[in-house]
């Protein structure tokens, strides 16, 4: 027997319950005239009567006794591998290991009050955080991570996304820089040397194209691994770094003490907003730990993008009209 019908299954265990074609038939919503023809194919699959007529029931035949509570049992697994879970997820008795692949910024920023939300909530569950060295979703296609976090690149047309926060780039220097004592004007900014982070050979971006658009070039010295690593030559010269806001932390403006010896400025230019996804394989869509996990990580992630919003209002709000 090359392949078998599943169908059959549930209508033999119907008639062996039902003892009739007819009860049977309502019990699974056919009609009498389909059920006999499935009987009739039992009949023929298996190479025995299975339900023999005495009197106006159907009685089973010894093998189709012998097979009552195991058709039954196979039934109701069929049913239940089938059927939708309705079942709530048990977070708290999670045993399972979750990798994030994620660029060391959002890992710095997020990770420790993603890890507590998470453990809190399961503590027998583990975050493993990968490093992110390119866009390629190979390693979410082969299950080698299960949640990635980034800005969309050519990603493949199966990967399922969702925003998490949108974001902008700022401009970062050190307390006192030059820059800070008057407007930062394009001119003022594309006259600075510049640190940015880029893992690519090519680092020019939308801040160098809205430059030449004015017939401005900034003279970039320094390229980095990272956006941590950018701040930290800023911090210790003269360098400019281009950082997304979110990596500050919390918001630095020029009316505040610079925390960290560090303070931030709008761009004199338009660029445009960073949209910051979560990615995943569709494999895992309907998975309820990979589901609690996704909402987790928004609504930490939100929570926090919120938090440093308020704070730059405020900010803005007692510093007053510049």
Same mark, same amino acid.
């Given at each position: 027997m @090359? &392949?078998? @019908?599943?169908?059959?299954?549930?209508? +033999?265990?119907?008639?062996?319950?039902e003892g009739s074609v007819t009860a049977a038939a309502r019990r699974l919503g056919l009609s009498s005239s389909a059920m006999s023809r499935t009987l009739a194919r039992l009949r023929a699959t298996t190479g025995d009567p299975l339900l023999v007529r005495a009197g106006r029931r159907l009685v089973p035949t010894p093998r189709a006794a012998a097979l009552r509570d195991q058709v039954h049992?196979? /039934?109701?697994?069929? =049913?239940? $591998? +089938? &059927? *939708? =879970?309705?079942? #709530?997820?048990? $977070?708290?008795a999670l045993a399972r290991t979750f990798t994030i692949r994620a660029s060391e910024g959002f890992v710095e920023l997020f990770s420790v009050p993603l890890v507590a939300a998470v453990t809190d909530a399961a503590p027998r569950a583990c975050l493993r955080f990968a490093p992110k060295p390119d866009k390629d979703a190979g390693p979410l296609r082969e299950a080698q991570i299960d949640l990635e976090v980034g800005v +969309?690149?050519? &990603? /493949? *047309?199966?990967? #399922?996304?969702q925003v998490i926060f949108r974001d902008s780039f700022v401009?970062? $220097? #050190?307390?006192?820089h030059p820059l800070l004592a008057g407007a930062v004007t394009p001119e003022r900014y594309a006259a600075c040397q510049h640190v940015v982070a880029s893992r690519k050979a090519s680092f020019r971006g939308p801040v160098d194209e809205a430059l030449e658009a004015q017939g401005l070039h900034r003279a970039i010295v320094a390229v980095m691994p990272g956006y941590r690593d950018a701040l930290r030559? /800023? =911090?210790q010269s003269d360098l400019v770094a281009l950082v *997304? #806001? /979110?990596?500050?932390?919390? @918001?630095m403006t020029r009316a505040d003490p610079p925390p960290d010896g560090l303070a931030s400025f709008e761009l004199p230019v338009r660029t445009p907003e960073i949209v910051v996804s979560a990615m995943w394989h569709p494999r895992l869509d309907a998975d309820p730990a990979h589901q609690w996990l996704r909402g987790t990580l928004m609504a930490v992630c939100r929570n926090i993008v919120s938090a440093q919003r308020r704070s730059a209002d405020q900010g803005r709000s007692a510093s007053g009209p510049p």
């Open positions: @090359d &392949s078998v @019908d599943l169908n059959l299954l549930t209508a +033999l265990d119907a008639l062996l319950a049992a196979l /039934a109701h697994d069929v =049913r239940t $591998v +089938l &059927s *939708p =879970r309705h079942g #709530r997820l048990d $977070v708290a +969309l690149g050519a &990603s /493949a *047309p199966e990967v #399922r996304t401009g970062a $220097v #050190r307390a006192g030559i /800023a =911090r *997304p #806001r /979110a990596c500050l932390g919390k @918001d």
